[in-house]
């Protein structure tokens, strides 16, 4: 008997509240003195590390883990509209990241950094613990592919065929003569930029962490 050969693509998609907040915030100085603005850069920096190091517990949190990069200076020689040179401005900054696991924790402890000017929050971000992505990841992939064996068999059964085997299975654009892809987020990749609060408390909700999978398969129906 002739073999049909069906090429379909499978989805699959999860959600789950998310579990960790990641900030990254921006401790800067600038000024005419070089020395005095290292010194308030490593300042702020040591009171950030400071905080973080008294919340960290490699579990328990809410800090689960923390790192600053060294400290950065450098300077600059503004120019006046007319041309002439304006005094050097030196600048020492140094940035640090932090992940959460207690969001009251985290929103009170970003709460109290932005209200330094001199701190500045560059980003926040959410993602699930590491053993709960691997495993959404593996139910997604699962559904994904599930659903394109339900594809494959739908589009036998409407030639009027009944066996279906799989003879190729690969992530979007490597099946060979599958045509170009679609654009997919392949894992936790809900984010939210964070401004300095107004008020003395400050509330963060996330969205959910979506995953979305997309496979390519290739079967013969006879």
Not at 117 to 126: G, H, M, P, R
């Amino acid at each position: 008997m002739t073999e049909t050969t069906i090429t379909v693509r499978g989805t699959g998609e999860g959600r789950r509240a998310a579990q960790r907040a990641i900030v990254t915030v921006r401790c800067e100085y600038a000024g005419d003195e070089r020395e005095r603005v290292v010194e308030l850069a490593a300042a702020a920096a040591t009171e950030v590390a400071a905080s973080l190091t008294e919340l960290s517990h490699p579990t328990a949190g809410p800090v689960t883990s923390w790192s600053a990069e060294r400290l950065n200076a450098w300077s600059e020689r503004p120019y006046a509209p007319d041309g002439a040179p304006r005094p050097t401005i030196h600048h020492a900054s140094v940035t640090t990241s932090a992940t959460f696991v207690d969001f009251t924790a985290f929103a009170d402890w970003v709460v109290a950094r932005a209200s330094d000017e001199a701190i500045t929050v560059e980003s926040i971000s959410w993602d699930l613990l590491p053993e709960d992505r691997e495993r959404m990841m593996g139910d997604v992939r699962g559904a994904a592919v599930a659903d394109a064996v339900s594809a494959a068999q739908v589009y036998a059964a409407a030639l009027g065929l009944s066996k279906v085997r799989a003879v190729a299975l690969a992530d979007p654009g490597l099946l060979a003569g599958s045509g170009p892809s679609p654009l997919v987020e392949r894992g936790p990749m809900a984010f939210a930029r964070a401004a300095a609060p107004a008020g003395p408390s400050l509330s963060f909700v996330p969205e959910d962490i979506v995953v979305s999978v997309v496979v390519e398969a290739r079967f013969v129906a006879e």
